[in-house]
């Protein structure tokens, strides 16, 4: 007797997908093997996905006949595994085994977050860029990300995406948006998930300041007619927030005219 195994079409498996077992029992001798059995053991890890229950009584084998079976199998864990499978005829003697050596592969779910610009003044608009990664060797299937805007970030963009199947090594982008609309620290949060279970999260945290003017302007009361009037005018920012594309106006009453700024 001789028993060989292999997986057809598959060079390795991946994590909770069933992938097929081709087992081959051949009759090497002149006379017929009766009674003969096949075991099939799997390694810790492996099971069958299609039932299949071993030892499995395969009768008689005349001389030179090939049986063959296909076992449906499935892994729950990634790594390299040996199952051996064995063959006996309890009349003959005759016995044969060999081992089915095979890789399963796992994806492996990673993200990471940045927020642009990490401070920014209220009433303006800010980005967080989301980037999902498959750093494993088998794909992520049904990958969606959402972020958790936080009270005072008002979003602007959708808070969920669908990217679909990620191949090993593949990274996708994904900008959300929203409107900083109250002052102080926020951590905003980014989740991703995939099937079996996958999931990973990453925060950024965004400082959301506010700029207050104040202006004060000085001078005399009285002014004789003709006579020049200088006047001092001091502005202030009393907040935390950058001032940007500030602009001091100054009405001149009736009857004045600047002479010099």
């Known amino acids: 007797l001789e028993v060989d195994c292999e997986y057809p079409g598959c060079t390795e498996a991946v994590v909770n997908r069933p992938f097929d077992k081709l087992i081959t029992v051949r009759n090497t001798g002149d006379a017929p093997a009766e009674a003969v059995m096949l075991d099939?053991?799997?390694?810790?890890?492996?099971?069958?996905?299609?039932?299949?229950?071993?030892?499995?009584?395969?009768?008689?084998?005349?001389?030179?006949?090939?049986?063959?079976?296909?076992?449906?199998?499935?892994?729950?864990?990634?790594?390299?595994?040996?199952?051996?499978?064995?063959?006996?005829?309890?009349?003959?003697?005759?016995?044969?085994?060999?081992?089915?050596?095979?890789?399963?592969v796992d994806?492996?779910?990673?993200?990471?977050?940045?927020?642009?610009?990490?401070?920014?003044?209220?009433?303006?608009?800010?980005?967080?860029?989301?980037?999902?990664?498959?750093?494993?060797?088998?794909?992520?299937?049904?990958?969606?990300?959402?972020?958790?805007?936080?009270?005072?970030?008002?979003?602007?963009?959708?808070?969920?995406?669908?990217?679909?199947?990620?191949?090993?090594?593949?990274?996708?982008?994904?900008?959300?948006?929203?409107?900083?609309?109250?002052?102080?620290?926020?951590?905003?949060?980014?989740?991703?998930?995939?099937?079996?279970g996958l999931q990973a999260s990453a925060n950024a945290t965004t400082i959301v300041r506010v700029p207050i003017l104040t202006v004060d302007k000085t001078g005399p009361a009285t002014r004789f007619v003709g006579r020049e009037a200088t006047y001092t005018i001091k502005v202030t920012n009393t907040g935390d927030g950058v001032a940007r594309d500030t602009v001091l106006t100054d009405p001149i009453p009736a009857g004045t005219k600047v002479v010099k700024i």
């Open 40 to 104: 099939d053991q799997p390694d810790p890890g492996l099971s069958f996905a299609d039932g299949t229950s071993f030892p499995m009584d395969l009768g008689t084998i005349a001389p030179g006949q090939t049986i063959t079976k296909t076992v449906r199998m499935i892994a729950d864990q990634g790594g390299q595994f040996t199952n051996r499978v064995l063959v006996s005829s309890s009349t003959s003697g005759a016995q044969a085994e060999n081992v089915c050596p095979i890789e399963v």
């Open 107 to 196: 994806g492996l779910l990673a993200i990471m977050k940045v927020c642009e610009p990490q401070v920014a003044n209220a009433g303006t608009e800010v980005s967080f860029v989301v980037t999902v990664t498959n750093s494993g060797r088998g794909p992520l299937e049904n990958v969606m990300v959402r972020d958790d805007y936080p009270a005072g970030i008002e979003p602007t963009s959708q808070d969920a995406v669908t990217l679909g199947t990620l191949a090993p090594g593949e990274s996708q982008q994904v900008i959300f948006t929203g409107m900083a609309e109250q002052p102080g620290t926020y951590t905003n949060t980014a989740t991703a998930q995939a099937d079996d």
